[in-house]
């Protein structure tokens, strides 16, 4: 089982900064990814940025270049700095891992930026 805690999401004008950050709990070993998602009001959760056991990372191409994904190195901790942020990027902001092929959410933290 695995269990997460995202924190740091709140209000900002656009082109600042947040960094949201997942407590890791659990069977942290057997987590193979790990990742971002987010979910706007009336739309569909998207995928935002994930990073492998290995280090790899990705992101989606909206973001690219703005958000950064990161951990600790114990794994225990999961990061999202986002810089220039702009209102499009408003949503419910969710941390996913991936253990065994089973997918794990946390609760969701807000970020809401203003025009």
């Known amino acids: 089982q695995v269990q997460l805690v995202e924190s740091g999401g709140g209000l900002v004008q656009a082109g600042g900064s947040l960094r949201l950050s997942c407590a890791v709990s659990?069977?942290?070993?057997?987590?193979?990814?790990m990742g971002w998602y987010r979910q706007a009001p009336g739309e569909q959760r998207e995928w935002v940025a994930s990073?492998?056991?290995?280090?790899?990372?990705d992101y989606k191409d909206s973001v690219k270049g703005r958000f950064i994904i990161s951990r600790d190195d114990a794994r225990t901790t999961v990061y999202l700095q986002m810089n220039f942020l702009k209102p499009e990027d408003t949503a419910t902001y969710f941390c996913?891992?991936?253990?065994?092929?089973?997918?794990?959410w946390g609760q969701g933290t807000q970020v809401t930026v203003s025009s």
């Open positions: 990073i492998t056991r290995d280090g790899t990372t």
């Open positions: 659990g069977s942290i070993p057997t987590i193979s990814s």
């Open positions: 996913m891992s991936i253990r065994f092929g089973t997918h794990y």
